[in-house]
């Protein structure tokens, strides 16, 4: 898969980055969080009860759309991420069952890096110079068996409205190409083809670019990079003071970045700068071609303590 | 690799050893869905659109309760079941930063049997005597690497109306002892306590026993047994058409069985009868405190492929 | 945790459903160890003080061979098999070093099923209809966590005389064909060329056939067959009193088999019915070059309680 | 277990050893190798075929000892390493068996950190202010996936003199009480004991503690310190050209360390410092009840690449 490519050309940047030693200047660059010292929700803090209820006013047509594609071994995944499961039947050797009642059941282990499909990353996910968001140096952030802050545990679960953005509409292409960033021109034009729609404080932003038909089609492809938002359409968006943003493909932001050697800088903004939490490969497209663009969304997530990103199904409903 | 075709044969083999095998009273007895051979949905079919707005209108106070504990090495689980989680930093050995941006960033690899905390039962867990849900036979079913049927990716997500049933109030226990079974006299009960609410079929039904108050104080007790639903409950709940049947403990049914020697039979007559779907260790306390009893429930899973269950965060809206 | 109880009753019923199991014919046809009902060395039992010595005298030139090659996620693998293996610097984030002396340490993390690379295989792999070495039913054997009886913790380790049989030099090929047999005739005729050599009773017998040689050259073919041990062969050496019998292929007996649907009977007859322990993907190249056939040979194992297999890498001494 | 507590005061050093940063010194301070820039063997090049000849000599009662504890989920284990095995039988749900051999199998899946039982450390698995064996980098070490160098694949197999120090004969006790140093003057008097014993370049070196008795006895006086090598010692025997040492203690060196602060500073001048690689929990109780001191050891280890350490067995022979 052509991850390894971009795997590579991050290991090239590896050694480049080991002559910047020290974060004297990253501490004094280092954003607060505006919630107080002991924030883990960022953005997350912008959704009020007015936003659920606004959001339930959405429900129209009474249909639910689940967003997540499937994480299993070909599911293209950022490498060395790998993904295996493993299905036991204890105590029922020989066919025998248990019990009066001749019960049969399976079980499952899961062997896998999280960050494999549909994914919800994490506050802790994502840093500067070792200090990640609310100004905390990464010694208290790491764990090796389970993060010390911003584990996926402390996620609160989300219900608000989401704004589906249709990039393919607007640029009049059923799949985006690659390298294509998505800043406030492109935002706010897909937002008036919409019906002028507005995004508020609270809401999901997510986008929709058709990348997601190349899964199992073109993965090398897919794996080599993909359209998405850029930096100036990361600020524009967090400064709007958006809970959430996702895309439909692997890594949101656009890849290859817009300034070289700028190494996932728009995940730095998001989730360091400005905690706002990241969903990726989640896919719209139901809705899109319902011509549906906004909706009460739910995020819930596997509450696996000390965990950096969580496996997703969001759920949008309208 | 070709050995991947040695392994062919011998599954072929497999199947031709599946008529040595004798389930014939179980397949007389198997019950096949309504919905038709392919069913994978089981009770979800029960949820229509007019579900969904209807579950809408009772977002009212416009608050969100995320409804899990969380999954961790200390949460009680059914043996031999065991958690890991592993933290890495890939690239980043000295302190080392990636690219012009400095990029830290955490990585997760979670090593765990998936029923451990809040967790969904999907139609492949449990069977009776080799035979699971819509009368598929074990062999169709289980898959060393992933279930072959009903694996939670087929999970559709869920949006419906959920009931929370207090049984805490009802009995004027803070806690509902062991043993105690939640049977047709009991939900009627605790369903006019409550303002005479009626179940409708496509609902939600959630247990309120106050038991995962025991989670970290007494996990012994917890882990010997629980109050929950009984044999006649369980059927009586299916026959009303709920879609998912969920409670604030570790196995839903009440344990000790209500008749020795029938193992997991609420299991059997929920998952593989009538294609409810179970949740477990799910927490309404946040709703009950508030007095509501009923909301918007959404469920969505990580969606990795052949599990056979998924570890949840259910949002109930109200 | 008392779910352990749960536990253990749901276990008692296990052991009353297997009287409704019918194998009783493979019960009167298992072979019972000659060693005793509680025997678990098998053939093993055949090395005495004696073969130790008499091993020690062939060292001759004070050379070494290890016989392994590498386990990773390039070895051919019988599927579904996968290899993973994840390295961390425990409380090392920032590149910091753990007290005065500055401590810098690895850990590593191994997510692998055993039986790939160089492997030993221990007399609970192989069974016949359900029932293992020694008479022993299944259900004596299987635990979901580790094997309850033959577990590779039981391997008490070899040292012994190894006899190397250049199968190449005798067909005057560098690589055998797949497919190809070894019996009696092609045993005696190999031992005929390397000068009339014997195989004593406790020996280790390994046959040399280039196969290794396609090793990330050809798995495709390496993975779809190989030559190997036949039925009669492996009746013929058993009954010598061999103590392992190895190979540098991946499965030590001929692939495809010599009947067709006799799925690993070579591996039944060496393991089930007489106790042989098993080498695979054991190379003697180095030793076959210098013209050496016999040597010591010793064998350990990593002693992880209810392994069914470990991975070795034997030591040859001549 | 106390490890634990162990493992806190790690942590503790950790953030002292925060102020720290930047690897001038260490980089002049370190030790090149006298076999070359590329060597990764060691103390290991000390072995020549004379040592092995002079070593198969030493076999006079064809006597084979396995030295391996077991490793399962009770064996003693440092912080935060885990330990968990999975028993699989594919393609036999129902009792069914494969092919006309009616074929039977056990598949195994360990899931585990490589550190637990009885261990040899690689060259790989500690440095010195990031500096490891050789004056190499971390940067060139470290791969998230598997060492970059010094995977445990390098290590070649060892077959060599072993010559075992029995420490409770010379002390006069059974268990040799945690915090005793061995140090020159020990070693000597112990060999002086033994029939004035010499150790020559190329042996392996095994002291005898009795600790490995408190194993399922007393897990936290074990977990919590033991005796061991001396700073002293460990250069002592380092230049006398020894090839690997061992004791059966889970650390080798004496814990408490002999200057508090001073954290594993015993391995990390064999390892990094002289490359000499380290066996732990290596039980020589047999030989040691027989009077026998000396004898030929082999050791061979899973040959997982890009392992830090190996679960092993060494096999001596007398």
Redo the contacts between chains.
């Keep these: 898969m052509k991850t390894k490519n971009l795997a590579s050309s991050?290991?090239t940047?590896?050694?480049?980055?080991?002559v910047?030693?020290?974060?004297a200047l990253?501490y004094e660059s280092c954003h607060k969080s505006k919630w107080g010292p002991n924030d883990q929700l960022g953005a997350l803090n912008n959704i009020?009860?007015?936003?659920?209820?606004a959001a339930?006013?959405l429900?129209?047509?009474?249909?639910?759309?689940?967003m997540?594609?499937?994480?299993?071994t070909k599911t293209p995944a950022f490498p060395?991420?790998?993904?295996?499961?493993?299905?036991?039947?204890?105590?029922?050797?020989?066919?025998?069952?248990?019990?009066?009642?001749?019960?049969?059941?399976?079980?499952?282990?899961?062997?896998?890096?999280?960050?494999i499909?549909?994914q919800l990353d994490g506050l802790?996910?994502?840093?500067?110079?070792?200090?990640?968001y609310n100004c905390t140096?990464?010694?208290e952030?790491?764990?090796?068996?389970?993060?010390k802050k911003f584990g996926i545990?402390t996620f609160?679960?989300?219900?608000t409205r989401a704004v589906l953005l249709d990039m393919t509409a607007l640029m009049g292409k059923d799949i985006i190409p690659e390298g294509t960033p998505f800043n406030q021109p492109e935002i706010e034009a897909a937002l008036k083809r919409q019906g002028n729609m507005k995004i508020n404080k609270g809401d999901v932003v997510i986008f929709y670019t058709g990348w997601h038909k190349l899964l199992g089609v073109d993965d090398k492809r897919n794996g080599a990079a993909h359209p998405g938002l850029g930096v100036q359409g990361a600020r524009y968006l967090a400064n709007l003071g958006v809970a959430m943003i996702g895309s439909d493909t692997w890594g949101l932001e656009v890849v290859p970045f817009e300034?070289e050697?700028?190494?996932?800088?728009v995940?730095?903004i998001l989730l360091a700068e400005f905690g706002v939490f990241i969903l990726e490969n989640v896919v719209a497209q139901q809705a899109i071609k319902d011509g549906v663009y906004e909706g009460?969304i739910?995020?819930?997530?596997?509450?696996?303590?000390?965990?950096?990103?969580?496996?997703?199904?969001?759920?949008f409903?309208y």
């Design positions: 991050i290991l940047s590896v050694f480049l980055g080991l910047s030693m020290g974060s990253a009020t009860q007015d936003n659920i209820i339930s006013k429900i129209k047509q009474g249909k639910k759309m689940a997540a594609i499937e994480t299993n060395p991420r790998t993904y295996s499961m493993t299905i036991v039947r204890p105590g029922q050797e020989n066919g025998q069952t248990l019990g009066n009642t001749k019960l049969s059941y399976h079980d499952d282990i899961l062997q896998s890096w999280v960050g499909g549909t802790g996910h994502i840093g500067i110079d070792n200090v990640f140096p990464g010694i952030v790491t764990g090796v068996s389970g993060l545990e609160p679960g989300v219900a300034n050697g700028q190494v996932f800088h995940h730095q009460m739910t995020v819930g997530q596997h509450r696996t303590t000390g965990s950096v990103q969580a496996i997703v199904n969001p759920i409903v």
